[in-house]
């Protein structure tokens, strides 16, 4: 053998265990379809996340209007200073409960006069 067979037997002889362009092609492909199925995957959870954000969003907007409606409402009721004010005027007064035995007696009576 020649010199130049030998050393092509020996560089056939030590690429024989080296992987091909295919196998590489063959392994990069599966990687794809490994990131493709992730991105996919990837982009349904974020539009699931982005439903649900627009949800709690808008949950959020319907509180705020509700707390704002009872702001308004409530603004239109007596604080506790002019309930205390009211309240000690209604002192001044009594109760039918109160007066019951005073009108039983005093009714009757009236109703005779006529």
């Not at 037997?9 to 392994?27: E, S």
């Not at 954000?53 to 604080?79: M, N, T, W």
């Amino acid at each position: 053998m020649t010199r130049l067979n030998v050393f092509n037997a020996d560089v056939n002889a030590k690429m024989q265990d080296r992987p091909t362009i295919g196998y590489f092609k063959k392994i990069l492909g599966a990687y794809d379809r490994k990131i493709e199925y992730f991105n996919e995957a990837l982009n349904e959870q974020m539009d699931k996340l982005d439903q649900t954000q627009a949800d709690l969003d808008r949950e959020i907007q319907g509180i705020i209007e509700e707390i704002e409606r009872l702001k308004e409402d409530v603004g239109g009721k007596l604080g506790a200073n002019e309930g205390a004010r009211i309240w000690k005027e209604f002192q001044r007064f009594c109760l039918y409960q109160d007066l019951e035995d005073l009108n039983k007696r005093v009714l009757p009576e009236i109703a005779k006069f006529e």
